[in-house]
């Protein structure tokens, strides 16, 4: 099974060409193992003069040559570097293959985990319904790494936690498209006068979960400065034209820092750092009554989730009285209906993972008297086309004709962020 038995001291060994193959295929073991790329250079020239001299040329024996050309077509389409063909590559229970994958699709189209003593259980289960005998199969781990191997299947990190859609998905669907439509319709808002805002933590401590390390060391380290449960709360805001206005920064203490802060961006304290009912109606009064025509009360109309401090009195009665309409996204429906989670909020982290890492590459740091970095200081550099997508991908801002309803199950060409450089 690709592994090629030959003396110990077969002199020919002393006149492999040095131009050979890269893996070390000269060594004085009794067992050696060759690739493909080294094997194709035997057949080569042994096609071109005889098995004889290219046995002695590149130091193997002379079956070996023949039954490497024998398996030609097989190592023209193999890997360079691959030594051997173990065993059927399509399983020795096909049926039973098919069964656990299927199980596995099924699972995993619903967000399901799905571990490697999931599928063995499954596959001793199928197992016994096939009649297989449990002598013949025990579903091991080695089988069950094997199977996931032949079929294309792997461990995965998490990439995001998805939210559960609600049973009437579709129907809250329909009637808030309905509803915002009707809205429309009967007041013809521009599109710089339909907005949505939503509140984001954004965390001191940013490490990435992965770093480039050598292979085969036990203890992975990441540095930080061990403030990552240290955060403040941004709420973030966009129009259906592109428009993004500017950030209001909810920091968790008792006042706001004597320290000036930057240009562009609203500034707030509160004990827990989270946005209640008195910061929601000071968010409406200094960001989203400064917008464009918002001054004079221009009519228009805000999307917001189904968070209590967003359905209080005096919210609905400082949103009317600024003539708005407060347009509030059902439950469980925020990963489908929000445009800030849907296009804008992980660019936003992203590009905060980043300055957050080259801040934390840029060399000295101010120490804490245990020896930890200092945090960073408490300020936010702020330096469209992916958020007008976002509107009508979120059936908000989508042509009253109905030409554009079908932007909801549209993946957008691209992705925008928010910021261009935003560094805590």
């Known amino acids: 099974r690709g592994l090629d038995i030959i003396p ?19 060594n004085r ?22 098995n004889c001299k290219a046995a002695v040329k590149y130091g193997v024996t002379e079956c070996n040559v023949r039954r490497w050309r024998a398996q030609k077509d097989h190592l023209k389409n193999a890997h360079s570097q691959r030594k051997a063909f ?33 599928i063995q259980l499954k596959a001793m289960e199928i197992a016994k319904e096939l009649n297989i005998p449990t002598a013949d199969f025990k579903a091991s781990l ?10 294309g299947l792997t461990l995965r990190r998490r990439t995001s936690l998805a939210q559960r859609l609600p049973s009437d998905f579709g129907e809250k669907l329909l009637s808030f498209q309905r509803y915002v439509i009707n809205l429309r319709k009967k007041h013809s808002y521009p599109l710089d006068q ?43 805001a966009c129009l259906a034209d592109g428009t993004k206005l500017p950030p209001y920064v909810v920091l968790k ?67 009317k009285a600024m003539n708005g309409d407060l347009v509030i996204i059902p ?35 101010a120490l804490t008297p245990t020896g930890k970095i200092q945090k960073p200081s408490v300020r936010l550099l702020f330096s469209p ?19 554009e309803d079908d932007v909801l199950w549209e993946e957008p060409a691209e992705s925008h962020s928010f910021t261009n450089v935003i560094a805590l």
């Not at 401590?205 to 449960?229: L, R």
């Not at 200094?286 to 109309?301: F, H, I, Q, S, Y």
């Open 29 to 50: 073991q009794l067992r050696r193992s060759y690739d493909v790329n080294f094997k194709m250079m035997v057949i080569n020239e042994a096609e071109s003069s005889n």
């Open 331 to 365: 439950g469980g429906m925020t990963s489908q209906l929000q445009v800030l989670d849907v296009v804008v909020n992980k660019p936003f982290k992203d590009n905060l993972r980043k300055k957050y890492t080259e801040w934390l590459l840029s060399g000295d740091h």
């Open 142 to 151: 080695g089988w069950c790494k094997r199977m996931m191997r032949r079929n």
């Open 86 to 118: 173990r065993g059927p590559q399509s399983g020795r229970f096909q049926e039973l293959d098919r069964r656990v994958c299927a199980y596995v699709d099924e699972k995993r189209k619903d967000g399901m985990p799905i571990s490697r003593a999931v």
């Open 194 to 236: 339909i907005g949505n805002a939503d509140q984001t933590p954004v965390f001191f401590d940013m490490p990435t979960p992965v770093t480039v390390h050598k292979k085969g060391e036990k203890s992975v380290i990441i540095k930080s400065t061990g403030n990552e449960k240290s955060r403040v709360t941004v709420m973030l």
């Open 253 to 319: 203490r008792k006042t706001v820092p004597k320290e000036a802060m930057p240009a562009g961006i609203i500034v707030r304290a509160q004990e827990k750092g989270w946005m209640e009912t008195e910061l929601v109606v000071d968010w409406l009064k200094v960001v989203w009554g400064r917008r464009r025509w918002g001054l004079r009360k221009k009519r228009n109309m805000l999307i917001l989730d189904a968070f209590r401090g967003h359905l209080s009195d005096p919210v609905k009665k400082q949103v």
């Open 8 to 26: 110990i001291h077969d002199k020919r060994s002393d006149n492999l060409e040095k131009s050979g193959s890269k893996i070390g295929q000269v």
């Open 385 to 403: 086309k992916s958020i007008i997508h976002g509107f009508k991908k979120c059936c908000i801002s989508n042509a009253l004709d109905g030409s």
